[in-house]
């Protein structure tokens, strides 16, 4: 069996998409073809699969995003600009489209070619929270919620990662978390860094969409001057995110990378 794909990516995470509606996969299936494809260096490599779906409510498409664990999440920012881009250029969707996700329904814009603009889930919860004597901000996206822990740490920039592996690990399985969550470190000086740890890649990955509009809407929480939209710097390139009260707008490149058939092979 050959799979049509399509590999792409934004600000550095990097994403395997696929029509299925053509393709016809159950979740279970779209869940196998996460684990074998995403395996770096075994297999294609990459952060999730994507699949373009029949919209249920209305929309133009339903966007399913499944982890390279093979778990389904319930949306990806960065993911949402790169299959906007896949489903205008597939004829699938016009330039000015509305998908749906398991969180709800998500904007999205074609400004260029390679430049895509996404009004994410809305802001449903914020919460001050307390760990290990650290302010740490609680934000979901979202019903049901994409979950996010924000905390402050100063020097970011210098850390290495491996140090704050551990730290990271401890908040996203935090006991009051019953889903868990993604994590997202930032410093706030000159520029808005972040470095997210992400829940079904279980490491840091180059970026993350929702992650980086978290920090980007705590950074409007405690500093109500703060510039907007807010300029984020990720590992994988630069973000943009304008708040406005509880909806989120956000900002960046959909890369298409390279078009091809995935060979059963690839899969095992």
């Known amino acids: 069996m050959q799979i049509p794909f399509v590999k792409m990516q934004g600000a550095g995470n990097d994403f395997i998409v696929v029509n299925n509606l053509e393709l016809k996969m159950s979740a279970a299936e779209l869940s196998d073809l996460a684990k074998g494809a995403c395996r770096p260096r075994l297999s294609l490599g990459a952060d999730a699969v994507m699949a373009v779906d029949k919209a249920q409510n209305g929309g133009d498409f339903r966007m399913?995003?499944?982890?390279?664990?093979?778990?389904?999440?319930?949306?990806?920012?960065?993911g949402a600009r790169c299959i906007?881009?896949?489903?205008?250029?597939?004829?699938?969707?016009?330039?000015n489209m509305v998908m749906e996700t398991l969180a709800g329904e998500v904007l999205a814009w074609r400004l260029s070619q390679a430049s895509y603009k996404v009004q994410l889930n809305p802001v449903t919860k914020f919460l001050v929270?307390?760990?290990?004597?650290?302010?740490?901000?609680?934000?979901?996206?979202?019903?049901?919620?994409?979950?996010?822990?924000?905390?402050?740490?100063?020097?970011?920039?210098?850390?290495?990662?491996?140090?704050?592996?551990?730290?990271?690990?401890?908040?996203?399985?935090?006991?009051?978390?019953?889903?868990?969550?993604?994590?997202?470190?930032?410093?706030?000086?000159?520029?808005?860094?972040?470095?997210?740890?992400?829940?079904?890649?279980?490491?840091?990955?180059?970026?993350?969409?929702?992650?980086?509009?978290?920090?980007?809407?705590?950074?409007?929480q405690i500093e109500k001057n703060a510039e907007n939209p807010v300029a984020l710097t990720v590992l994988g390139g630069k973000l943009a995110v304008e708040v406005q009260n509880e909806q989120l707008f956000l900002?960046?490149?959909?890369?298409?990378?390279?078009?091809?058939?995935?060979?059963?092979?690839?899969?095992h």
């Open 64 to 78: 399913r995003f499944f982890n390279a664990d093979g778990s389904e999440a319930e949306m990806c920012g960065n």
């Open 84 to 95: 906007a881009r896949y489903a205008y250029e597939k004829n699938l969707a016009p330039k």
């Open 129 to 220: 929270k307390e760990f290990e004597g650290k302010i740490v901000y609680y934000v979901e996206l979202g019903d049901p919620a994409i979950p996010h822990l924000v905390m402050p740490m100063t020097d970011l920039a210098k850390k290495d990662l491996n140090n704050l592996r551990e730290l990271a690990q401890k908040l996203r399985y935090w006991d009051e978390l019953p889903k868990g969550a993604n994590v997202n470190f930032y410093d706030n000086k000159a520029e808005v860094i972040v470095r997210t740890y992400e829940r079904g890649v279980e490491d840091f990955t180059l970026a993350c969409g929702t992650g980086s509009a978290s920090v980007a809407y705590v950074v409007k």
């Open 251 to 267: 900002t960046g490149p959909a890369t298409w990378i390279a078009e091809g058939n995935l060979s059963e092979e690839a899969l």
